[in-house]
């Protein structure tokens, strides 16, 4: 097969290194961007923040050290190197001219969590309370272990019963294991090693003093679990021959118990994870104000040292290789220190513009703070009044949040789609989901509205959607069926 040789012409295009850390600094929220600060300052000693450095001749010894290792009578040709580029005719440089409002109380601090004990460790350590045998206490230290966050032992006996005969090398019954379950059930909170709701219910129910009360809505999870979750009120009062008043005050018992016991340990371990807005928008005269977070306006500059490395390799007359070297060392760091403080401000004026652009976009909603003012708004809208790429705004808005006069809010919750309302007019769908759950809150709770009647009254209000629309908003909103919705 013979080769050939021939030109093609086509378009192409690439992302440049600096379009594409850009791109990923801009979809980074203020607590992960503050981590990607403190990752280049470390990787690139030509970075530096805004603080004085007091060792200053540092980087200038190393310098002279290294050009020991070559002939000082050897010269290398370096105009392929402007070093102009990289020093500044100014005497006072541009990061002294920058104003820093802020306090030495501002700066952040890394905050120590303390070693608490683990939620098993605190199953453990109650487990000495109880007189057990070397073989029970190996079981019941197996069972405390397979407990989940929740307080629930969420495996079969004989799937517990093999892995302890696998694993631990104990062999045992199924009995045994039930009769060291039971212990495990005394352990607190009330409720953990349950092994379906049912069960966690009942053991919380049992721990409780006697009342009429405790004891109906004890046979009421033991004898009618099923009827109690599907709401079947009829059919209890019929099951226990007991009055209508009876089974509320049975059901408010049941109520204030905790389905997930393990969520009620409040170990030390846990941390806390707090929600930092990138944004805030406060109301002043009436108009609305954005301001972005100084966290993710940090005060960068190129390193002292660095340039003054440069300095003197042009005032020197004869450079070796090993100044070469270094020149060529120093040149990339200093590319890289210019590009991230270059990209910091475009991600800087990226996001400010677009936060501004939603902030006007929905200015009704931000001064009443009424989500019926929410405008339907998509991405493509934002970008296009910014004149940037759809991705780009969605970069923004993900993981991002606001902080209002109504509370911290999610930035992609201000976009939603339209639907057209009876008179013509464009409406977002957040508008007829916020009316939909008032509709809901204020309804009859003994006859709850289906959902047919729901969007009968919707019409009514000017809204027509079909009965399949609102049973996906009302599933959106976490809202049950009406069966399910429905008190005594």
Not at 167 to 195: M, S, W, Y
Not at 332 to 359: G, H, N, Y
Request: glycine share 4%.
């Amino acid at each position: 097969m013979a080769l050939k040789q021939y030109l093609q012409f086509k378009l192409s295009q690439k992302l440049s290194p600096q379009q594409i850390q850009l791109m990923k600094l801009i979809q980074l929220p203020t607590q992960a961007f503050e981590q990607r600060i403190k990752q280049e300052l470390e990787e690139n000693p030509a970075l530096d923040t805004g603080k004085e450095t007091s060792d200053e001749d540092k980087y200038d010894d190393e310098f002279d050290n290294s050009a020991d290792e070559y002939d000082d009578n050897e010269t290398i040709n370096t105009d392929d190197i402007n070093i102009d580029e990289y020093l500044s005719d100014d005497d006072v440089p541009e990061y002294r001219t920058q104003a820093n409002n802020y306090s030495a109380d501002d700066e952040e601090k890394s905050v120590p969590y303390a070693a608490g004990t683990s939620f098993t460790q605190h199953l453990r350590n109650q487990l000495n309370t109880f007189r057990l045998d070397e073989e029970e206490y190996e079981i019941a230290e197996f069972l405390v272990g397979s407990v989940d966050e929740s307080g629930y032992i969420r495996r079969l006996i004989s799937d517990i019963l093999d892995d302890l005969a696998f694993t631990q090398n104990v062999f045992t019954t199924e009995e045994k294991i039930e009769q060291v379950l039971h212990v495990v059930h005394q352990l607190d909170p009330a409720g953990v090693g349950a092994r379906n709701l049912q069960e966690c219910l009942s053991i919380q129910l049992h721990r409780k003093e006697k009342t009429p009360d405790v004891e109906l809505a004890i046979d009421i999870i033991d004898k009618a679990f099923d009827q109690f979750t599907k709401k079947h009120y009829q059919k209890l009062l019929q099951k226990f021959d007991i009055t209508e008043v009876q089974l509320r005050d049975a059901i408010e018992e049941i109520e204030r118990l905790n389905p997930k016991p393990g969520g009620s340990y409040a170990g030390n371990n846990r941390m806390v994870e707090h929600v930092v807005p990138d944004f805030a928008i406060k109301i002043v005269d009436g108009e609305l104000e954005l301001t972005l977070n100084g966290r993710n306006a940090p005060e960068l500059h190129v390193s002292r040292e660095y340039s003054n490395m440069m300095k003197g390799y042009k005032a020197s007359k004869d450079k070796s290789r090993s100044q070469k070297d270094a020149v060529m060392f120093i040149k990339q760091k200093l590319d890289a220190a210019k590009w991230f403080i270059e990209a910091i401000k475009q991600r800087q004026q990226t996001l400010f513009v677009t936060m501004s652009a939603i902030m006007q976009y929905q200015k009704e909603y931000f001064l009443t703070g009424d989500e019926r003012k929410l405008k339907p708004m998509i991405l493509k809208d934002i970008a296009d009044e910014i004149n940037m790429d759809v991705s780009t705004v969605s970069r923004v808005a993900n993981s991002k949040y606001v902080d209002t006069p109504y509370g911290t809010k999610l930035i992609k919750e201000f976009f939603s789609e339209s639907m057209t309302n009876d008179q013509g007019e464009e409406v977002s769908t957040r508008e007829i989901k916020k009316i939909l759950e008032t509709v809901i809150e204020d309804e009859d709770k003994k006859k709850p509205l289906t959902d047919e009647k729901l969007a009968t009254i919707l019409k009514e209000k000017g809204y027509p959607i079909a009965r399949r629309t609102v049973a996906k908003y009302r599933e959106q909103l976490d809202i049950p069926v009406a069966r399910l919705r429905k008190k005594i």
